[in-house]
């Protein structure tokens, strides 16, 4: 058994096709986020992978529609978001595939 501290992974990316990461793997990536009110990511697309975000805590703005605790948001590849949040936030994103540089910011 091993322990792991979210703390020492880049922006809560903990598998996928990078280091550091728990569990290398081409497959998938997997990061648990936390957000403070106010932070906001600009629009951005990927071109390869599918992205989903499961809102565990907290309230986020994407594309002008509100999601709160609960929500679970596919976005497919080629699809574009931006994600304002509202309040404090914890997300849980997975991506399939994982793609090294596949975020295109518009």
Do not use: C
């Not at 728990?22 to 009110?37: A, G, P």
């Amino acid at each position: 058994m091993k322990k792991y501290n979210l703390e020492n992974f880049k922006l809560g990316w903990i598998i996928g096709n990078f280091e550091p990461s728990i569990l290398r793997t081409d497959q998938f990536e997997i990061s648990i986020k936390k957000y403070s009110k106010g932070d906001y990511e600009q629009e951005h697309l990927h071109k390869i992978a599918d992205e989903i975000t499961i809102i565990v805590a907290g309230n986020v703005l994407m594309n002008g529609v509100e999601y709160e605790a609960n929500d679970i948001i596919l976005v497919e590849k080629k699809e574009s978001t931006d994600f304002k949040v509202l309040a404090d936030t914890i997300t849980v994103v997975i991506k399939t595939p994982s793609v090294p540089g596949d975020k295109y910011n518009l």
